[in-house]
């Protein structure tokens, strides 16, 4: 199992949106709608922000939105907040029982 | 409301075996979903490690297999991880997490730090 590839950075100014990506194979994203997205700040634990590729659990807002094109998701954030300043990971289930996360974005907001 | 907390020694010497149990409240574990474990080596990113399903049913990160075990305690109401032959390489804050439809981590622990040092 490779991990997801994702731009290691990604930025944006207050009220902007900004699309993280999240490559995989047919094997991962591309042959599953299991792809989720978790957000994470500095020595917490990741938090749930998109799961099935475009939903959103109870309580994060809608700016936080998910899709998914053949082998790549993307999460997009809108309308910037200096508190979206975190790490995002993808993951995607990949079959029997397995799961596989992404490298991480760093998300500054500027 | 589920919680999860890990628990276990903070410092392992190399070639020996990480221990770590997961107890979880708020929520019976014999009552369904998967339940893993999932690490974070300082300054890197996120490393699925295993699960394991209510009734006993496992599933192994491949790149790991051979070290891990995980099972579970439905009396207590925990799961554990061990992983065996460790080294500096696998310093990491340990997360366990309760995992649902499509392996997602609904819940999570907080972490807990396990360095690899003699």
């Known amino acids: 199992q490779s991990a997801l590839t994702q731009p290691p950075s990604a930025s944006g100014s207050p009220g902007q949106s900004v699309t993280i990506s999240c490559t995989g194979t047919?094997?991962?994203?591309?042959?599953?709608?299991?792809v989720s997205w978790y957000q994470q700040h500095p020595g917490k634990a990741p938090k749930l922000m998109i799961y099935?590729?475009?939903k959103r659990p109870s309580g994060i807002p809608e700016r936080f939105s998910g899709s998914k094109s053949g082998s790549t998701a993307s999460l997009t954030v809108s309308g910037l907040q200096a508190e979206d300043e975190a790490d995002y990971y993808c993951?995607?289930?990949?079959?029997?029982?397995?799961?596989?996360f992404g490298e991480g974005t760093k998300l500054t907001v500027l | 409301q589920v919680q999860l907390q890990e628990s276990g020694p903070g410092l392992v010497k190399p070639s020996e075996t990480l221990s770590l149990t997961c107890a979880v409240s708020?929520?019976?574990?014999?009552?369904?979903?998967?339940w893993g474990w999932i690490r974070q080596p300082p300054g890197k990113g996120l490393e699925w490690i295993a699960s394991?399903?209510?009734?006993?049913?496992?599933s192994y990160n491949s790149s790991l297999k051979s070290r891990v075990t995980i099972s579970v305690d439905t009396s207590k109401n925990q799961f554990s991880l061990k992983l065996g032959s460790v080294t500096a390489a696998d310093t990491a804050v340990y997360f366990c997490?309760?995992?649902?439809?499509?392996?997602?981590?609904?819940?999570w622990g907080q972490g807990t730090l396990v360095t690899v040092s003699s």
């Open positions: 708020g929520f019976s574990i014999s009552s369904g979903y998967y």
């Open positions: 997490a309760r995992q649902e439809v499509g392996l997602r981590a609904q819940y």
């Open positions: 047919s094997s991962d994203v591309g042959g599953y709608n299991f």
């Open positions: 993951s995607s289930y990949a079959g029997s029982n397995n799961v596989v």
């Open positions: 394991i399903y209510h009734t006993g049913i496992t």
């Open positions: 099935e590729v475009s």
